[in-house]
């Protein structure tokens, strides 16, 4: 079933193509022109990731941060690739090559979470 559009769900939508990098709530937060409460940022994400829309990477830090995906759908999520976390500036950012994860027989891959952290290169510089 296809889901309602709202202008909520757009903007949060709009705000994650804009910032070329994973988010957490507060992040997006801050970005809304218009006041929207965690409760509704939270439901908003994790309708996009039920509807492949993006995927959820759990940061060193304990936060949630959310990327655009580029070829999942709803039923399947296809990124198996590794994230890094600035410990500088905090961006969190996907890294493009996908990895190959080997698992013994009749183990089925369901979620995969893999971050990397350090300085990134414009804070590595300083």
């Given at each position: 079933?296809?889901?309602?559009?709202?202008?909520?769900?757009?903007?949060?939508?709009d705000?994650?193509?804009?910032?070329?990098?994973?988010?957490?709530?507060?992040?997006?937060?801050s970005?809304?022109?218009?006041?929207t409460?965690?409760?509704?940022?939270?439901?908003?994400?994790?309708?996009?990731?039920?509807?492949?829309?993006?995927?959820?990477?759990?940061?060193?830090?304990?936060?949630?941060?959310?990327?655009?995906?580029?070829?999942?759908?709803?039923?399947?999520?296809?990124?198996?690739?590794?994230?890094?976390?600035?410990?500088?500036?905090?961006?969190?950012?996907?890294l493009?090559?996908?990895?190959?994860?080997?698992?013994?027989?009749?183990?089925?891959?369901?979620?995969?979470?893999?971050?990397i952290?350090?300085?990134?290169?414009k804070?590595?510089?300083?």
């Open positions: 079933m296809k889901r309602r559009n709202t202008k909520s769900k757009q903007d949060v939508l705000i994650l193509k804009d910032s070329g990098s994973a988010l957490n709530h507060e992040m997006i937060q970005e809304l022109s218009t006041k409460d965690r409760a509704t940022i939270y439901r908003i994400l994790n309708q996009f990731c039920d509807d492949g829309i993006v995927h959820k990477i759990v940061g060193d830090d304990g936060k949630q941060y959310f990327a655009l995906c580029l070829d999942c759908s709803e039923k399947q999520h296809k990124h198996n690739h590794l994230h890094f976390r600035c410990l500088e500036c905090g961006k969190v950012e996907c493009k090559k996908e990895i190959t994860i080997s698992l013994p027989k009749d183990y089925t891959l369901e979620n995969f979470n893999g971050l952290s350090g300085k990134c290169n804070c590595s510089k300083n």
